[in-house]
């Protein structure tokens, strides 16, 4: 397959064991299938940048989908909760994300790469929504495709990192791919305001059901 990785440098050789822990899946090497989101991802300090694309080899390594119809929205909500650090701080925010956590937290150790959503800042301000009781989680699934955002896959594994191979880095100029950004995150932003507007949502599913229902996997339907 395919990968690029937007970044202000070029990369050639990406390493193991580096990068942030609080990412979405943790420490990883972070990519897309898409060059123009990758583009867009150079860009996002309004800084030039690069799309580094990659060939990974599918053969030997080990796969799993997110956003696949074996799991649903709260096993992807369960690892952000696992890995990003900054979260509303109030009591009902603090019993969801530990329930949620505990019930619905995937185990991926034996996976090589991960593929799901990626939580920038609008994806994160959805979720965070969804914890602290705000949205439903039908919303929370409709607003997750809004805006065209976009999926990322996941290095996670010295195997993984020992098979990505370097093909090019491909230029990516601020005064574009910047303002595309910033146009794709706006867009994503107002359809979710108007779904968080819409009243005709009292049959959903919010969090505070699910805790009182004691709720699992099994209960939560995987297309909403």
């Not at 990406?14 to 990519?31: E, T």
């Not at 799993?64 to 929205?73: A, C, H, K, Q």
């Not at 949620?100 to 920038?120: E, K, Q």
Request: charged fraction near 25%; aromatic fraction near 12%; hydrophobic fraction near 40%.
């Amino acid at each position: 397959m395919i990968l690029y990785h937007g970044s202000q440098y070029i990369i050639e050789h990406p390493l193991f064991g580096y990068g942030n822990q609080a990412n979405d899946y943790g420490k990883g090497f972070y990519c897309t299938e898409s060059i123009d989101l990758a583009k867009e991802w150079a860009c996002l300090k309004n800084h030039d940048g690069f799309a580094n694309k990659y060939h990974l080899p599918e053969n030997g390594l080990t796969f799993v989908n997110l956003n696949g119809p074996e799991y649903n929205i709260l096993n992807w909500i369960a690892v952000l909760i696992e890995n990003r650090t900054f979260w509303s701080k109030n009591s009902l925010s603090d019993e969801a994300k530990r329930y949620i956590h505990d019930t619905f937290l995937p185990d991926l150790s034996g996976y090589d790469v991960i593929r799901g959503y990626r939580a920038d800042d609008s994806y994160f301000s959805f979720a965070k929504a969804f914890v602290s009781n705000t949205i439903s989680v039908q919303q929370l699934s409709a607003a997750m495709r809004l805006g065209n955002l976009g999926e990322q896959i996941v290095l996670v594994s010295q195997k993984a990192f020992n098979q990505i191979e370097f093909i090019e880095a491909v230029s990516a100029k601020k005064e574009k791919y910047f303002l595309l950004a910033e146009a794709r995150d706006k867009e994503a932003r107002s359809s979710y305001r108007r779904l968080a507007q819409e009243t005709d949502h009292m049959n959903d599913l919010f969090i505070v059901d699910i805790m009182r229902r004691g709720m699992t996997n099994d209960d939560i339907p995987r297309e909403l």
